[in-house]
């Protein structure tokens, strides 16, 4: 729906399945549930299903707290196609009172839209201002002494314990969010720019690397649909001549997305969770992986090319039917033939192949992998 080539699509998908972040899809993370609400609302949302992807969205952000960001899409997607039935001078919005209607109706749909999604992180934050910020409720005492102890050494907070409360409870919009983050985790603007994280900076390099070069592809590509943000009503848009793959107009809101993500990440979070913090997030780091793949290795030109703009399967093949068999799969063709591909292929499969497996070795032995 996005891509519009099949091919590319089931390349990006097999390279979800060795993603970098792969440990975290498999341990008892948040990382997988998110990535499948989140992605399924997505999809919902480009096949037109608004609201039962507003409430996938929704589930999202009960998942993770980074899935409120998500509402941009949807906002994005109602004010794109308002903007192009201006443009098309749809008879609907001739009458004045007609245009007000149709404000009127884009803004309560986009509210209560954003109020859903948003709403699961306003329970939570009421939910932990009444366990901390309210009476004592003797729920300590249910906790063994070890683990008070330990709470007392770190300086946290144990809910319901009598005594004076956490500053952000006095806070004029209290969420305790972002008071952990900043009293516990070190979290904030540059914090982390430090001699002795380097070794971290390291580890979230490739994914960095990545994630600029799909925003600089892009945009250099598009400079006129990115200066117009993709609200312009393109004439080969309307003749279904409109490019396609990564480059294609539909990946603009999704670009925009995973390159705000990768701003804020590496400059205001831990730098080291970049690498799953996008790659739950967006799908664009297997689209660009992707994308570079079939462009720039010659070993799956071979395989015929992929230029279908119609959204249609190729040479009558449904999308799953790629992956049947060992010569079908482009990621098993290219490793067996590593000694043949481009030192751009072996960078991102050993990218992608490499931190998976690091990553269960590590991860699963205690050893510092985030």
Same mark, same amino acid.
């Given at each position: 729906a996005v891509l519009r080539r099949h091919r590319q699509a089931f390349l990006a998908a097999l390279l979800f399945?060795?993603?970098?972040?792969?440990?975290?899809?498999?341990?008892?993370?948040?990382?997988?549930?998110?990535?499948?609400?989140a992605f399924s609302a997505m999809w919902q949302l480009e096949k037109g299903q608004s609201w039962l992807s507003g409430l996938l969205f929704t589930l999202a952000s009960a998942a993770r707290a980074n899935g409120m960001v998500n509402a941009g899409f949807f906002l994005y997607s109602r004010g794109k196609r308002f903007a192009f039935q201006l443009q098309g001078g749809s008879a609907s919005l001739r009458k004045l009172s007609s245009l007000w209607k149709q404000v009127l109706s884009l803004a309560v749909s986009a509210a209560l839209m954003c109020a859903g999604i948003f709403l699961p992180f306003a329970l939570f934050q009421y939910y932990a201002y009444e366990? &901390? +910020? *309210? #009476?004592?409720?003797?729920?300590?005492?249910?906790?063994?002494?070890? @683990? !008070?102890?330990?709470?007392?050494?770190?300086?946290?907070?144990?809910?319901?314990?009598?005594?004076?409360?956490p500053p952000w409870c006095s806070q004029r919009f209290p969420v305790v969010y972002s008071y952990i983050q900043d009293t516990y985790w070190n979290v904030g603007f540059l914090r982390y720019f430090e001699l002795r994280q380097i070794p971290n900076f390291l580890l979230a390099l490739p994914v960095t690397l990545l994630g600029s070069w799909?925003?600089?592809?892009?945009?250099?590509?598009?400079?006129?649909?990115?200066?117009?943000?993709?609200?312009?009503?393109?004439?080969?848009?309307?003749?279904?001549?409109?490019?396609?793959? &990564? +480059? *294609? #107009?539909?990946?603009?809101?999704?670009?925009?997305?995973?390159?705000? @993500? !990768?701003?804020?990440?590496?400059?205001?979070?831990?730098?080291?969770?970049?690498?799953?913090?996008?790659?739950?997030?967006?799908?664009?780091?297997?689209?660009?992986?992707?994308?570079?793949?079939?462009?720039?290795?010659?070993?799956?030109?071979?395989?015929?090319?992929?230029n279908s703009t119609s959204g249609k399967p190729l040479q009558g093949k449904s999308p799953s039917s790629y992956g049947k068999g060992t010569s079908d799969n482009p990621v098993v063709r290219l490793l067996l033939s590593w000694r043949l591909i481009t030192p751009l292929s072996k960078s991102i499969l050993g990218f992608f192949l490499g931190y998976w497996l690091l990553g269960l070795i590590l991860h699963c032995n205690f050893f510092p992998w985030t």
């Open positions: 399945s060795v993603s970098p972040a792969g440990v975290f899809m498999a341990a008892t993370y948040s990382e997988s549930m998110f990535a499948c609400l366990r &901390f +910020c *309210g #009476p004592g409720t003797g729920l300590a005492q249910s906790i063994p002494e070890p @683990l !008070l102890e330990l709470a007392r050494d770190k300086g946290y907070r144990v809910a319901g314990m009598a005594g004076a409360k799909a925003a600089w592809t892009y945009v250099s590509t598009n400079p006129r649909h990115c200066l117009t943000l993709g609200l312009e009503r393109r004439k080969s848009e309307e003749r279904g001549e409109a490019r396609d793959g &990564f +480059c *294609g #107009p539909a990946v603009f809101v999704y670009l925009v997305h995973a390159t705000a @993500l !990768l701003v804020f990440g590496f400059s205001c979070m831990h730098v080291q969770v970049l690498t799953r913090f996008l790659g739950s997030s967006s799908p664009i780091l297997y689209w660009f992986s992707a994308h570079l793949l079939q462009e720039h290795e010659p070993l799956l030109w071979s395989t015929g090319t992929d």
